[in-house]
């Protein structure tokens, strides 16, 4: 049974500012791993994916990957109003289903 | 960009009734998947479905629950007996294929309410 843990949150970060988003996952055998955001009500909408140790940077998204550790973090750079949402992330091992944590809820102040 | 559709958004259904929720994966996809999030829960598995058969399925996916893809577009989730329990949002989501760095892209939902 893959377990995916996030920080809890809320996360409340000002406008401008620096969003950082954790995440644990307990399969070393996982290869694929995903930050998905989903707005209230709304689907998981892919950001961010990444399969290698390092980072990668999209925008104003860096998503961050220790296999060593079973880390992988997301931060977002000059945080918007429109980045308040909840931010998913998921991982997959060799098989078909991706593992979903609860999400950490992050809410941008004007 | 081409989308994952799903119909209906919402659907409210008598318990014991039957369901089928319907989606239309990205034309290219080869991979399909149902997911459900119980309101304030984790996004889970239901299964995944290749070339006309289901790959993988979850606990979760008993025998009240089955899929189909009818024609070379349309890819279907029926539950047969509605449980009160079953209340979720329904996301189908599809990829090019199951390995790798292949992202699988969500539906807008469809809400079930059981009564």
């Known amino acids: 049974q893959k377990e995916v843990e996030q920080n809890s949150g809320p996360l409340s970060v000002p406008e401008g500012a620096i969003a950082s988003l954790n995440c644990t996952y307990s399969?070393?055998?996982?290869?694929?791993f995903f930050w998905y955001r989903q707005y209230s009500g709304k689907s998981p909408e892919l950001i961010m994916s990444i399969y290698s140790n390092g980072d990668k940077e999209d925008g104003r998204f860096t998503a961050q990957l220790n296999k060593a550790s079973q880390y992988v973090s997301l931060l977002i750079r000059d945080s918007q109003p429109s980045d308040s949402a909840t931010y998913l992330c998921a991982v997959k091992g060799e098989d078909y289903k991706l593992s979903f944590g609860a999400g950490t809820t992050v809410t941008v102040r004007a | 960009e081409p989308e994952v559709t799903q119909t209906p958004s919402h659907q409210v259904t008598q318990m014991g009734q039957e369901v089928i929720l319907r989606c239309v994966p990205i034309?290219?996809?080869?991979?399909f998947y149902w997911y459900r999030q119980i309101l304030g829960q984790k996004v889970e598995f239901l299964v995944s479905?290749?070339?006309?058969?289901?790959?993988?399925k979850s606990k979760i996916f008993d025998d009240q629950f089955s899929v189909e893809r009818p024609d070379g577009s349309n890819f279907t989730l029926k539950i047969r007996s509605t449980k009160l329990e079953d209340s979720a949002m329904y996301f189908c989501?599809?990829?090019?294929?199951?390995?790798?760095?292949?992202?699988?892209?969500f539906g807008d939902g469809t809400r079930l309410s059981i009564l």
């Open positions: 034309s290219n996809h080869l991979y």
């Open positions: 399969d070393r055998g996982s290869q694929s």
């Open positions: 479905f290749y070339n006309n058969e289901i790959s993988e």
């Open positions: 989501a599809s990829s090019k294929l199951s390995t790798g760095n292949q992202p699988q892209h």
